[in-house]
């Protein structure tokens, strides 16, 4: 059973609202250094979805749940009765309201700034007349040392080990800063036996709760034996605490500063970071407060450099008339460093296990093979420099990258009679996306459509590097029963050549220092036509043996093309080429189901298609 005085145990639960896995996972980080045998989160609420986020407890993962509203995590989590509303400052009074009326919810800690007053003074009147704690507005929360903290208080993993706040000391602290909390709890942990529990209960002239009404559950809480405070400048609430003392409510020895004592040497009047933090009688002056609370009988030091060695002194006094049994220290887990934080500060590394040596997107500018990608455009190195620098690895001169879409273009299509065509077509008649038609396509590709550029390529190469003389060299692919791929077409002959291999072959002659393996393959032509007209060297042979003389120029050595050979390279012109005339046979196909373009033989000439309407 929970006393009235304690807001949290190490069995709380708590609803974190917004979306702050950052927040969640220092949490869940402080439960784990705690022993806690539970995670302290029960639930994210983000209206906006729900489902579920993996987080870290220890070296392990678990699932914290979204949920889309309050009152459906407080019916799955009944046993939660702190909310950690991060909810902006438009919205944050109507969470914390709503949340108000939820009977399981007990603490709110509101951690937004900038809520009006009008708005902060309903929302603490309405929590102390139900009986409930709100923490701010603009507040970092709390801790309750060994048990629970409220998001990101206390600062880093680093702080919270130096403050000890992974166990239970004697100390109650509260305070108006957050900021001075997380330094104040480092001073205890350095002059006492640690914080049992820290407060910093906002910045904002209307707390939900107050430096004494935190102070009054610190008096009732038997493990708590010494309070510390820090106030500030502006408002009157110290002064609720001076007369607290004297009235006997406070019994507790007591440490406490009000900041802000410079301000009387500052020019005109002035507000420090927080809302309330701004002296406008001379009554609300640091100078005013801190002289009442001496007076009271709070023990004030002289100045905050004092702070530290009055809770020493008044600890130690403690501690020798046995009102203080000091904590045993204990030794803490290792909290894991997250592997993005560890790799950011230098201190992990892991293998790869996948490499990639061709692209580069980790710094400013994209990059191609070590070339940025805004030089890629500015120098305008097209889809064959583009190509150039991801499949060879190399910056190709313009000729080379024109020859590649030269080759690009010329294979993009070849009529809707061939198989991947036929298969494209087929597959969108048949109603399927995109992708499904063009991979049906290009799953035909092989040695008998568009395969045979890489097989045109080892052909040639293996008589050549062999000094097969061009008879000899058909006479041995016949004697092994392997027809020569590159060689033979069903409409063009020497009497009717391909202009497509002429193109190429012009370029070639043009723009190449040397062919010697267009060469070879042309005598080998003179000879398989004299056996029959249409065995001419094909595109596909051409396309081959060219790339062959192409790459060979580029400095390329045997053993890195025929390296290239295996892997299927060669194809993988034909692969992107002729994409293009497959995606363009899909959505033909599609406009034809639509009636985009109507033609009144649509079904009579499927096969043949109508040529494009001229544009202009």
Not at 589 to 616: F, S
Request: aromatic fraction near 8%.
């Amino acid at each position: 059973m929970r006393n009235d005085y304690e807001l949290f145990t190490a069995d709380t639960k708590a609803f974190i609202y917004g979306e702050q896995l950052r927040a969640a996972q220092r949490m869940l980080d402080f439960d784990y250094l705690c022993r806690r045998a539970e995670p302290s989160v029960a639930a994210l609420i983000t209206p906006e979805r729900g489902g579920f986020e993996k987080l870290f407890w220890g070296t392990k993962e678990i699932r914290i749940p979204r949920m889309t509203s309050l009152a459906e995590a407080a019916a799955l989590f009944p046993e939660a009765d702190v909310l950690v509303n991060f909810a902006s400052q438009r919205s944050a009074y109507d969470v914390t309201v709503q949340a108000l009326d939820i009977p399981t919810i007990r603490t709110i800690a509101v951690i937004a700034e900038g809520i009006p007053e009008r708005q902060s003074r309903r929302m603490a009147a309405l929590a102390r007349a139900k009986g409930k704690w709100i923490i701010g507005p603009a507040t970092v929360g709390g801790v309750k040392a060994g048990c629970f903290k409220i998001g990101n208080a206390a600062g880093t993993m680093e702080n919270i080990r130096e403050a000890k706040l992974y166990r239970p000391g004697s100390v109650g602290f509260v305070s108006v800063s957050g900021g001075l909390s997380n330094e104040a709890y480092n001073i205890v942990a350095r002059a006492t036996d640690g914080l049992n529990e820290g407060i910093a209960i906002g910045g904002d002239a209307y707390p939900g709760s107050t430096l004494l009404d935190h102070l009054l559950r610190f008096e009732r809480n038997p493990a708590i034996k010494l309070l510390v405070c820090l106030g500030e400048v502006g408002g009157t609430k110290e002064y609720e605490i001076a007369e607290a003392v004297k009235a006997g409510r406070i019994t507790k020895p007591l440490v406490m500063w009000v900041t802000g004592t410079c301000a009387k040497v500052l020019p005109g009047q002035v507000q420090f970071g927080h809302a309330g933090a701004r002296a406008d009688t001379a009554a609300e002056t640091a100078d005013a407060k801190n002289a009442a609370l001496r007076e009271a009988g709070v023990i004030v030091p002289h100045s905050f450099d004092d702070y530290g060695l009055m809770i020493e002194e008044t600890y130690e006094r403690l501690v020798a008339e046995g009102v203080i049994v000091p904590a045993p220290e204990v030794t803490p887990p290792t909290i894991p460093l997250d592997y993005a934080q560890a790799r950011a500060e230098g201190l992990v590394r892991r293998p790869t296990h996948f490499i990639s040596t061709i692209c580069d997107e980790r710094g400013d500018v994209h990059n191609y093979c070590g070339v940025p990608i805004d030089r890629v455009i500015e120098e305008e190195y097209g889809i064959g420099g583009v190509i150039g620098l991801l499949w060879f690895k190399k910056d190709i001169p313009p000729y080379a990258r024109e020859f590649i879409e030269m080759v690009i273009q010329v294979i993009a299509d070849h009529g809707p009679a061939v198989s991947g065509a036929h298969n494209t077509i087929v597959a969108a008649r048949a109603g399927k996306d995109l992708i499904s038609s063009l991979v049906s396509g290009i799953l035909t590709i092989g040695p008998r459509f568009g395969g045979a550029v890489n097989g045109a390529a080892d052909h040639f190469l293996y008589g050549l590097r062999n000094k097969l003389a061009p008879r000899e060299f058909v006479d041995e692919m016949k004697r092994r029963n392997v027809r020569i791929q590159g060689i033979g077409h069903r409409l063009h002959s020497l009497e009717n050549p391909d202009a497509r291999v002429e193109l190429m072959k012009a370029f070639a002659r043009e723009h190449f220092r040397a062919t010697p393996l267009l060469d070879y393959a042309l005598a080998v032509e003179a000879v398989t036509t004299q056996k029959k007209g249409n065995l001419i060297l094909n595109v596909d042979g051409c396309i081959g043996v060219l790339l062959v003389d192409l790459l060979t120029e580029l400095k390329f050595t045997d053993a890195e093309i025929d390296e290239m050979i295996r892997a299927g390279l060669f194809n993988a012109f034909f692969v992107l080429g002729r994409s293009i005339g497959l995606i363009g046979h899909y959505f033909d196909q599609v406009r034809l189901e639509q009636d985009l373009y109507r033609h009144p033989l649509d079904d009579i000439l499927y096969d043949v298609p109508p040529a494009p309407e001229k544009v202009g």
